[in-house]
């Protein structure tokens, strides 16, 4: 028997039909570990160790994983082509190394690009080793962000109240964001008039020109800023002879766009479906996982991951054959298209998003698939076959016109763009982003050099110019990625978190920077620019490719990184609060404390008339205040609540919708507006299950799989290293929060309650104890369960590091590296610690402390107890 490990529970249903009887498919659910969110977890003074931490929920499956090992000839690591997948594969053998589970069995890593039988069993005959670069620049990545995470964040609370975190490609993206913002506020409005004439031929067939220049000399696009400039070249245009003084056609081709990438799909996908880039991603997943079409699960899309715009040759020759079939011959070229990848070392899965089969017509799914996957899958259809087809051919007429009026010289301009021959614009025409022109589509009538024109109309018309537009989440991608910032597969993720701490709010599909964003980017433009550099982000980004490519070391670039970053750190030490009061005020005075319509002083006290309104910060975020404090306590926010922007906007008339639907219940999940608020409601009946919003989740962004995490709530975190007792994490009337035993303990951010892992629920909780007058140490990491039950833990003590289980401690001798302690070494001390007479009596339900060192050391770990879920009281801490 062979043990095939994949990521989801989905994907492993389907491989394991197609590869039968012989082999056992079992998924990791995504990634099994990750560091602590906690300081030391990478160590820079110890060339930059990485204490890994298996996840709570990862533990049963990594231990069903190693029981199914040991029966198995081979181990085949089949996660998904890219360098996450690379990174599972690693630290799942690397847990199975640490468990011991590994004996003689043959460990091979196999990719498949789609999961369809063929590409499964293709993939099979191919086994190769782990890719090493690849694993190191995801490390590298990993590390990088970690350590700009959890460096630089503690310098924000400690130097501006209010700011949650910061990141080394989140802070960037929100710098783009709010140079947007400044850019648009500091725009100068500026007038302007346009001049066009219709005009007819003798035919009577109509058609517009536009005023391009007067007397010999060009007018732009601005030149004509006032009404009085406009009316007198009106005046000239009302009396002018019209003559055609040349005619030129110019033959053209617009050739097709490439296949998707992960990055052209989440932006197409916000053009023409207006889909977030979460929900283009989640609904790409499904489709590559499987569909089940006529009681056979099928993978539709190959692996949606991407910076390839190449298909397989195989895949192309089917297109190419169903275009042959489908089209007329003039619609398929002589040759293939090839396409070439623009990104310098492109790491993610080798193909283009394309159609696992393309015979397989949206149409013929359609009654397979809910509604996101169907606009989705044929969005993709239609892209890869009309990347093979024929270019579309053009013809583009200009035609120069002269008006003669009073001795004037009037020049006019008339232009129009025939498609001769549509091409592959039969099939598929690219989105427009909203702040593009669209290409001139209008038709002239047939025109000749010497031909007078008739005036039927001639208009002046004002225009105003106007800033540029706030990016949506599409042109954001767009941008990163020609910045070279950034993974594709990241920014979905990226995008997500600036969401969720409240660093911009989505207005018409607008990204809109907030205040608490606003000022975090101020920061880190004024004592950490460097890191917030467009240029420096895009070059780490080389440089992990680079790693990934063998070129460099990912120690090497570390260490690179952290001499100049630790000590830019190091040099805000002494920062005075004052002196970041007044390099935010610097840069934020025209968004804080815009021009007065009366011309008057915009910082000048509105109640006392004599202090100065200036930038100041409390332990709740920053305000405006008066100099004049405490005599005048005069006090704002930053600014009010973006104009338009309405949290009931996208619900019903009846202030609802329909998110989706259950799939454990089947029932309806929907988002209402109440009394209250926005809350989310399961079902329908006397009595349905509904969770209030928290606070900064918007009713009209909110998607399906946030508003089931929201009715889950209450959830269990663990048990609790000590008691034994389940610490859950919910969100009541007070806030996110942990609790344990009675205990209630703040969260900082509601997102926090569904990533909250054990040891930072059970700090939390200890520093919320220690906050009442005791003083209580949390453990420092869990080594995992005692064959008895229960934990085991390593503490850091009074008299140096020692292991605990129950009421048993047990010290690490002095010769011993804490950090490298097993589990299975913290047995045996513990054994030994017991069985000399240490550590009192025997918690209730263990077993007896005379277990010997060598039974202890073989035993096999004991499944946990299944601790059963009480029905949560109602109380003032639940949620409406």
Avoid at 99 to 115: M, P
Avoid at 601 to 617: E, N
Avoid at 798 to 816: D, E, F, L, Q
């Amino acid at each position: 028997m062979d043990l095939v490990i994949v990521e989801s529970p989905a994907k492993a249903k389907t491989i394991n039909k197609y590869l039968g009887s012989g082999y056992e498919v079992l998924a990791s659910y995504g990634h099994v570990r990750d560091l602590p969110p906690k300081d030391g977890s990478v160590d820079p003074d110890a060339d930059f160790r990485m204490l890994w931490e298996v996840d709570a929920k990862a533990q049963k499956r990594m231990a069903d994983i190693a029981r199914a090992v040991k029966g198995a000839d081979r181990l085949i690591l089949a996660t998904d082509p890219d360098r996450e997948g690379e990174a599972i594969s690693w630290h799942v053998l690397e847990i199975l190394r640490e468990k011991k589970a590994l004996k003689s069995q043959k460990i091979e890593r196999v990719v498949f690009n789609a999961i369809t039988k063929q590409s499964v069993l293709d993939a099979m005959k191919q086994p190769r080793e782990i890719d090493a670069a690849l694993v190191d620049a995801y490390l590298a990545r990993r590390a990088l962000d970690y350590l700009v995470g959890f460096t630089l964040s503690p310098v924000l609370w400690r130097k501006l109240p209010g700011a949650r975190s910061a990141g080394r490609v989140q802070s960037v993206a929100l710098r783009l964001v709010c140079d947007r913002e400044r850019e648009i506020e500091a725009f100068v409005t500026q007038e302007y008039w346009s001049l066009v004439a219709t005009l007819a031929t003798k035919k009577g067939e109509q058609f517009e020109a536009r005023l391009v220049g007067a007397d010999g000399k060009k007018i732009g696009r601005l030149d004509v800023g006032t009404r009085e400039q406009a009316e007198a070249f009106k005046r000239a245009l009302d009396f002018a002879q019209f003559t055609v003084a040349s005619v030129e056609s110019k033959p053209g081709k617009r050739h097709p766009y490439p296949p998707f990438t992960t990055s052209t799909l989440q932006q197409e996908a916000s053009r023409k479906l207006g889909y977030s880039a979460t929900n283009t991603m989640r609904t790409a997943q499904r489709l590559y996982e499987g569909v089940d079409i006529g009681g056979e699960t099928v993978g539709l899309i190959t692996y949606m991951r991407t910076d390839g715009v190449q298909i397989a040759p195989e895949a192309i020759s089917s297109v190419r054959s169903f275009i042959g079939r489908s089209f007329d011959k003039r619609y398929l070229p002589g040759a293939p298209r090839i396409y070439k990848t623009k990104a310098k070392n492109a790491q993610e899965a080798h193909e283009a998003i394309r159609p696992t089969d393309v015979t397989r017509r949206p149409a013929d799914v359609r009654k397979y698939l809910d509604k996101d996957q169907f606009d989705l899958y044929e969005l993709v259809w239609k892209r890869t076959v009309a990347s093979q087809m024929e270019s579309a051919e053009v013809e583009r007429t200009t035609a120069e016109i002269v008006a003669q009026a009073g001795g004037r010289g009037l020049e006019l301009r008339a232009t129009g763009t025939v498609i001769t021959f549509d091409g592959f614009l039969a099939l598929y025409n690219e989105g427009k982003d909203d702040d593009t022109d669209e290409e001139d589509a209008r038709r002239l009538p047939p025109l000749a050099t010497h031909d007078p024109l008739d005036a039927k109309n001639i208009a002046a018309d004002q225009h105003f110019t106007e800033p540029p537009p706030r990016y949506t989440e599409a042109t954001l991608v767009k941008k990163l990625e020609e910045l070279g910032i950034g993974r594709p597969s990241t920014y979905a993720a990226t995008i997500g978190v600036l969401r969720d701490r409240g660093y911009v709010e989505i207005d018409k599909k607008r990204l809109v920077p907030q205040d608490n964003g606003r000022l975090l980017t101020a920061f880190l433009e004024s004592f950490f620019r460097r890191y917030v550099e467009y240029d420096f982000t895009a070059g780490l980004e080389e440089k992990l490719d680079l790693i990934s490519d063998h070129e460099l070391d990912w120690k090497e670039v570390l260490r690179d990184f952290w001499k100049d970053f630790a000590a830019a750190i190091a040099g805000t030490k002494d920062l005075r609060t004052g002196e970041v009061l007044d390099a935010l005020n610097e840069i934020l005075g025209p968004h804080i404390f815009p021009n007065r319509a009366d011309g008057g002083d915009p910082r000048a006290c509105p109640v006392c008339g004599t202090g100065r309104l200036s930038l100041k910060t409390s332990k709740y975020g920053a305000f405006i205040g008066c100099s004049n404090y405490p005599e005048c306590r005069y006090t704002r926010q930053l600014a009010t609540p973006t104009e338009g922007t309405d949290d009931k906007a996208g619900l019903g008339g009846d202030g609802s919708r329909v998110l989706g639907q259950d799939p454990d219940t089947g029932l309806d999940v929907t988002v209402k507006d109440g009394r209250f608020g926005p809350y989310v409601q399961l079902g329908e009946g006397e009595k349905p299950k509904r969770a209030s919003l928290p606070k900064g989740w918007s009713a009209a962004e909110l998607e399906l799989d946030r508003a089931l995490a929201l009715l889950s709530l209450p959830r269990d975190v663990g048990p609790h290293p000590e008691t034994g007792k389940m610490i859950q994490a919910g969100i009541g009337r007070y806030g996110p929060y942990v609790s344990h035993d009675g205990t209630y303990a703040n969260l900082p951010t509601p997102e926090e309650v569904f990533e909250v892992g054990l040891n930072r629920a059970v700090t939390v909780i200890a520093e919320k104890k220690a906050g009442r007058g005791g003083r209580e140490s949390a453990p420092a990491k869990v080594l995992g369960d005692h064959p008895d039950g229960g934990p085991v833990t390593l503490r850091a003590g009074k008299y140096g590091p020692y292991v605990s289980h129950g009421k048993i401690n047990a010290t690490i001798p002095k010769s011993r590296d804490p950090d490298s302690f097993t589990l299975e070494e913290a047995i045996s001390l513990i054994a030994a610690k017991a069985a000399a007479g240490g550590g009192g009596k025997p918690a209730r339900g263990r077993a007896k402390a005379s277990t010997s060192a060598k039974t202890a050391s073989k035993a096999k770990p004991a499944a946990k107890k299944a601790v059963t879920k009480k029905p949560a009281a109602k109380s003032r801490r639940a949620s409406s």
